[in-house]
């Protein structure tokens, strides 16, 4: 069984930068693709990127594209989103996500295991 742990939230202005991050637990076939996921306040939870954790192919929303970086530690389990030219609408609950070699990682569906989340705050 996986288990997530995210740090790293807090609070910014526009065009600022924060960096989380997910310690996992559990085995390879378990973490084999890895996500960023969000949630505003009155909006729906929306996947922001993905890792697939043996080869570090990854992929964005486009609303993050060329702003957001996943990356990956394999000797210490722990995938990072560093978030850079951050936007007021950036703001929400930011969670980890990890899903089996079973579902791929082509996509931001079937993720089965959630961390608690971490907050991020952008002001204007």
């Known amino acids: 069984q996986v288990q997530l742990v995210e740090s790293g939230g807090g609070s910014v202005q526009a065009g600022g930068s924060l960096r989380l991050s997910c310690a996992a637990s559990?085995?390879?076939?378990?973490?084999?693709?890895m996500g960023w996921f969000r949630q505003a306040p009155g909006k729906e939870r929306e996947g922001v990127a993905r890792?697939?954790?043996?080869?570090?192919?990854?992929s964005y929303a486009d609303s993050v594209k060329g702003r957001f970086t996943i990356s990956q530690d394999n000797a210490k389990n722990t995938v990072y989103l560093q978030m850079d030219s951050l936007k007021p609408e950036d703001t929400g609950m930011y969670y980890c996500?990890?899903?089996?070699?079973?579902?791929?990682?082509?996509?931001?569906?079937?993720?089965?295991?959630w961390g608690q989340g971490t907050q991020v705050t952008v002001s204007s």
């Open positions: 890792i697939r954790t043996k080869i570090g192919v990854t």
């Open positions: 559990g085995n390879s076939y378990s973490r084999y693709c």
């Open positions: 996500a990890a899903k089996s070699q079973r579902f791929g990682c082509s996509t931001f569906t079937d993720f089965g295991a």
